[in-house]
């Protein structure tokens, strides 16, 4: 296993000695959260995080069973295993749906060879549709597929038939993710500026926003014609088919994250788990807590949280559910701006929803930034 060039996320490869120690520790953590938060009632389950099926998938069984063990888990849940192509084969998958798993995330990333080799990737584009194939044939009736694109050189013709080839697979769900070269990953060590005035073949240069914005809507208008709906800024669903366990984060509700790097908020705090395997593991053996960060949110920052998170949806922002979380008015607080929005095809405001247009998603950092509260230092 190898980490992707433009992973920022905490992941680490070569520690496949350290899966027996870390499966302990991820059950001893469980069983930690149950002693302190009681037999919640659990709506959905992600096992995501790098290239989880690295684990056996005998281990991954047994961590689903002690979720059933120690929480309410609803008859209905949604069970989502993110697995990567070239990693994964037939028997891989018909142990995972045995052990409960009903949704697949499939790392294809893209349809292109070329593309697949400059993201550092172990599979090929014809491994990639055999994995969706095999999801379909072993019994898997809901499959996600992540797509990545603005790739540095890459056309609308390459996109949009990357795009044809994951419709064509007839997934029910697709994230379509601009790539973000992030500091301290091996693809922002490549970068190069146009300012620098330099560039050798190992260097690059990232996609101009103009066309990151005309990709983004050109994603918008195939997928929509195909008959998915764009319920998020880079998810893409059939009916009924949104991802209930992403849909938490977006409505900025309490979640439980367990394992190394692992976020959770839960009754108005927010925590991370150490961002490192070993001291993971080592806490847990020791039988202390691995939380490297905590904080409780109030105030603007939270209002802020909730702002960004709902602006992110289709579907908008509840003003009036805002306003009883939060005290705070937003048409009241930001009409100005929410004006201006509205005026520049950018926002709508209907239903007592203040919701983006597609044009507005592509900017909706930039637009959560124009309606934020000041925040305490």
Same mark, same amino acid.
């Given at each position: 296993?190898?980490?992707?060039?433009?992973?920022?996320?905490?992941?680490?490869?070569?520690?496949?000695?350290?899966?027996?120690?870390?499966?302990?520790?991820?059950?001893?953590?469980?069983?930690?959260?149950?002693?302190?938060?009681?037999?919640?009632?659990?709506?959905?389950?992600?096992?995501?995080?790098?290239?989880?099926?690295?684990?056996?998938?005998?281990?991954?069984?047994?961590?689903?069973?002690?979720?059933?063990?120690?929480?309410?888990?609803?008859?209905?849940?949604?069970?989502?295993?993110?697995?990567?192509?070239?990693?994964?084969?037939?028997?891989?998958?018909?142990?995972?749906?045995?052990?409960?798993? %009903?949704?697949?995330?499939?790392?294809?990333?893209?349809?292109?060879?070329?593309?697949?080799?400059?993201?550092?990737?172990?599979?090929?584009?014809?491994?990639?549709?055999?994995?969706?194939?095999?999801?379909?044939?072993?019994?898997?009736?809901?499959?996600?597929?992540?797509?990545?694109?603005?790739?540095?050189?890459?056309?609308?013709?390459?996109?949009?038939?990357?795009?044809?080839?994951?419709?064509?697979?007839?997934?029910?769900?697709?994230?379509?993710?601009?790539?973000?070269?992030?500091?301290?990953?091996?693809?922002?060590?490549?970068?190069?500026?146009?300012?620098?005035?330099?560039?050798?073949?190992?260097?690059?240069?990232?996609?101009?926003?103009?066309?990151?914005?005309?990709?983004?809507?050109?994603?918008?208008?195939?997928?929509?014609?195909?008959?998915?709906?764009?319920?998020?800024?880079?998810?893409?669903?059939?009916?009924?088919?949104?991802?209930?366990? %992403?849909?938490?984060?977006?409505? %900025?509700?309490?979640?439980?994250?367990?394992?190394?790097?692992?976020?959770?908020?839960?009754?108005?705090?927010?925590?991370? %788990?150490?961002?490192?395997?070993?001291?993971?593991?080592?806490?847990?053996?020791?039988?202390?807590?691995?939380?490297?960060?905590?904080?409780?949110?109030?105030?603007?920052?939270?209002?802020?949280?909730?702002?960004?998170?709902?602006?992110?949806?289709?579907?908008?922002?509840?003003?009036?559910?805002?306003?009883?979380?939060?005290?705070?008015?937003?048409?009241?607080?930001?009409?100005?701006?929410?004006?201006?929005?509205?005026?520049?095809?950018?926002?709508?405001?209907?239903?007592?929803?203040?919701?983006?247009?597609?044009?507005?998603?592509?900017?909706?950092?930039?637009?959560?930034?124009?309606?934020?509260?000041?925040?305490?230092?």
């Amino acid at each position: 296993m190898r980490k992707c060039p433009y992973c920022d996320f905490y992941s680490v490869a070569g520690r496949e000695h350290l899966i027996d120690a870390y499966v302990l520790a991820l059950k001893a953590e469980l069983s930690q959260v149950r002693r302190e938060i009681g037999p919640v009632s659990l709506r959905s389950i992600f096992i995501g995080g790098g290239t989880p099926t690295v684990l056996p998938s005998g281990e991954i069984a047994g961590l689903l069973d002690l979720c059933r063990e120690l929480f309410a888990v609803e008859p209905d849940a949604e069970i989502t295993c993110e697995c990567n192509p070239g990693t994964v084969d037939a028997v891989a998958l018909r142990d995972l749906k045995a052990a409960g798993v %009903n949704r697949l995330s499939i790392g294809v990333q893209s349809f292109r060879d070329e593309e697949l080799r400059f993201l550092e990737r172990v599979h090929t584009a014809a491994e990639g549709r055999e994995t969706v194939l095999q999801a379909r044939e072993v019994g898997f009736e809901r499959v996600s597929l992540d797509l990545i694109y603005c790739l540095p050189g890459q056309t609308r013709a390459q996109w949009e038939a990357t795009l044809g080839e994951a419709v064509a697979l007839e997934p029910d769900h697709l994230s379509a993710y601009c790539l973000q070269i992030e500091e301290g990953t091996r693809l922002a060590e490549r970068l190069v500026t146009r300012r620098s005035g330099y560039q050798s073949r190992h260097c690059l240069l990232p996609m101009p926003e103009d066309e990151q914005a005309e990709l983004y809507l050109r994603t918008a208008d195939v997928l929509r014609e195909a008959g998915f709906e764009q319920y998020e800024v880079s998810s893409y669903a059939r009916p009924g088919a949104e991802c209930k366990h %992403n849909l938490t984060y977006w409505h %900025n509700e309490p979640y439980l994250g367990v394992g190394a790097s692992a976020w959770s908020f839960v009754d108005g705090e927010r925590r991370q %788990n150490a961002a490192d395997v070993e001291a993971y593991v080592a806490s847990w053996e020791a039988r202390e807590p691995a939380i490297a960060y905590r904080e409780h949110c109030a105030g603007a920052q939270a209002a802020n949280e909730t702002l960004m998170m709902g602006l992110r949806l289709r579907e908008g922002l509840d003003l009036e559910a805002f306003r009883e979380r939060h005290a705070v008015d937003l048409v009241h607080e930001r009409g100005g701006t929410i004006g201006a929005l509205v005026s520049g095809g950018l926002a709508t405001l209907a239903g007592g929803r203040l919701a983006l247009t597609t044009a507005g998603l592509a900017i909706a950092a930039e637009i959560t930034t124009a309606l934020a509260f000041a925040e305490e230092e």
